[in-house]
């Protein structure tokens, strides 16, 4: 079964048959013990150090499909490798440029975005409520909020919700203060780890998108930029609360982080790379998690989740059924 790699070490990454073979290299250029890793066990790699690999085993990742994500010194996501379109379709690219030029059309995907999103930020605050956290002020503002998602006329509208759930986070988490969100650099921990878990959950959803028909530069929510895959960003929206949000409450008060886990220097917070090492394997475990779907009658795991609701998006696109956001109902 095809999994994902994360590399953490500078290294170089070189070809050895059908193999890969990742070797680290410390700052003095000394290199270390060798991984290999057989092409056809990689879904993807994720890279958070520097790695240095030629064209030729960029051809050979593009041609198995291995996605490569580049992470910056801050940890966050700034590129990625992808490998050629495999699914390409015409008559999809074309529908989806309609329904971003269509301001209506544009408009009703966006919405249910938000309502998605929404609906799953009130799931986590309503489960923090029953575990004695106040964060009723919280909850009822977005409720009050969730009625006007149907009627809002443009994009900026609906993005404020996420400044109110913020709000709830120094109360849900033990320990730690976030204060103002910061992301350029991250202010403090729980800014870190945010940044962090969201640009995991952008790249898992980026990887989803790759495997449908869909384009990942055309947008509804967010604005499409010349740099970066925007759709995956649309998708992150209803799934940051379920995986990235649940993930780093419960490390935060489970005390699977602590200060200790973090690098702190002049005004910027930035996790340890060993630290990232723990969240990584945390983050896996979670998108493997599976739940009962309703309407399929099985149980999924959430990285499968959202390829369902690329998969769900597309045929809206095409007219074949309208649609509507993931609402987890755990």
């Known amino acids: ?74 940890e966050h996501y700034t590129g990625s490798f992808m490998p050629k379109d495999y699914l390409l379709s015409g008559k999809m690219q074309i529908a989806q440029m309609k329904h971003h030029i269509r301001q209506e059309k544009r408009m009703l995907i966006a919405r249910r975005f938000i309502d998605g999103a929404a609906f799953n930020m009130l799931k986590n605050l309503r489960y923090y409520t029953n575990r004695g956290k106040d964060v009723t002020q919280q909850i009822e503002r977005i409720e009050a909020y969730v009625p006007l998602i149907s009627t809002a006329t443009d994009i900026p509208m609906l993005m404020g919700i996420r400044q109110t759930y913020y709000e709830a986070f120094d109360t849900i988490i033990d320990g730690f203060t976030m204060g103002n969100r910061t992301k350029l650099p991250p202010s403090n921990e729980v800014n870190a780890m945010i940044s962090f878990a969201n640009s995991m959950c952008y790249s898992v959803c980026l990887d989803a998108i790759y495997h449908t028909q869909l384009n990942p530069t055309i947008s509804f929510l967010h604005e499409p930029g010349e740099r970066r895959y925007s759709l995956a960003l649309d998708i992150a929206e209803i799934f940051k609360p379920i995986l990235a949000d649940r993930l780093l409450f419960s490390m935060f008060n489970r005390k699977q982080l602590r200060e200790s886990d973090f690098d702190q220097n002049l005004n910027r917070c930035l996790l340890k790379p060993s630290s990232m090492k723990k969240v990584a394997q945390e983050w896996e475990e979670r998108t493997k998690e599976t739940i009962k779907h309703r309407k399929l009658g099985r149980s999924v795991s959430y990285k499968h989740l959202i390829k369902l609701e690329c998969y769900k998006l597309t045929k809206h696109l095409l007219g074949m059924e309208e649609y509507k956001p993931l609402k987890i109902w755990w």
Do not use: C, W
């Open 1 to 74: 079964m095809k999994r994902t790699y994360y590399l953490f070490n500078p290294g170089r990454l070189s070809r050895k048959d059908n193999t890969l073979k990742f070797t680290p290299v410390d700052e003095e250029g000394r290199e270390g013990q060798p991984r290999y890793i057989p092409i056809e066990t990689v879904d993807n790699l994720f890279v958070f150090g520097s790695l240095d690999a030629n064209s030729m085993m960029y051809n050979f990742l593009g041609k198995n499909q291995v996605a490569v994500h580049f992470f910056d010194y801050y």
